[in-house]
């Protein structure tokens, strides 16, 4: 997931991007406001953690800001304003959800898969369409060269993972939990195994392959 956050706090905001990178996550952090608000508009951002307290705009008037200009990228408010007022005041600002420090890292990141999960709507007959390959998310269909690809459920997702996240390095750890969930008791070697089959289901011979590793971290797309 690639996040903003906004946060003017030193010391937290490194701590708190560097958990984020470690389950997988994109993290740009700023400190300003104004910087922040800039920033929403020019780069895509899959949920946005506010801080109230910031130089320039403060948290609650960028939420007012980014959503008065029709941008409804989810918004996590993380502050130590706690009182009844302020919860209220965050929301009807335009904030999803609204956490207090200070706060368990556990419950951070079960805020933000959720967040994620009532936000990543999709239309019955989307389509992701990379080069010459289609995913089809309403029928769970893959396409490739105008050749149609069986695929399991778990390849299917954790093909769409990949693919949602063109470009970017994936750790295995987040493959895993985002696939397979946090309980669950597979291992880096049974995800290299899936990657190994999902290449030799989706690549053709002679091209290169869509799927990359990233030595002692995970994979790419």
Same mark, same amino acid.
């Given at each position: 997931m690639n996040i903003l956050l906004a946060e003017d706090d030193e010391r937290l905001g490194k701590l708190v991007k560097y958990m984020m990178e470690s389950e997988g996550h994109s993290v740009d952090w700023r400190v300003n406001g104004d910087k922040v608000l800039r920033l929403s508009g020019q780069k895509h951002y899959d949920l946005l953690i506010l801080d109230w307290m910031l130089a320039g705009l403060s948290g609650i008037e960028l939420c007012r800001q980014i959503r008065t200009n029709q941008n409804y990228i989810p918004i996590l408010m993380l502050t130590a304003r706690d009182k009844v007022a302020d919860r209220v005041a965050g929301l009807d600002a335009g904030a999803d959800d609204y956490m207090v420090k200070p706060f368990e890292f556990s419950e951070l990141f079960a805020r933000i898969r959720s967040l994620f999960r009532r936000t990543r709507v999709f239309v019955a007959d989307e389509v992701l369409s990379v080069y010459d390959m289609v995913l089809n998310r309403a029928n769970r269909t893959l396409t490739?060269? *105008?050749?149609?690809?069986? $695929? !399991? /459920?778990?390849? =299917?997702? +954790? %093909?769409? %993972? &990949?693919?949602? *996240?063109?470009?970017?390095? +994936?750790?295995?750890? =987040? &493959? @895993? /939990?985002?696939?397979?969930? %946090?309980?669950?008791?597979?291992?880096? /070697? /049974? $995800?290299?195994?899936? @990657?190994? $089959? %999902?290449?030799?289901? @989706?690549?053709? #011979?002679?091209? #290169? !392959? =869509? @799927?990359?590793n990233v030595w002692g971290v995970g994979y790419k797309f």
């Open positions: 490739r060269d *105008n050749a149609t690809v069986q $695929l !399991s /459920n778990r390849e =299917f997702q +954790l %093909l769409e %993972l &990949l693919a949602d *996240n063109k470009g970017k390095v +994936l750790s295995r750890e =987040f &493959l @895993i /939990n985002r696939v397979w969930g %946090l309980e669950s008791d597979v291992t880096d /070697n /049974n $995800l290299d195994a899936y @990657i190994r $089959l %999902l290449r030799k289901k @989706i690549d053709i #011979p002679g091209r #290169p !392959s =869509f @799927i990359s």
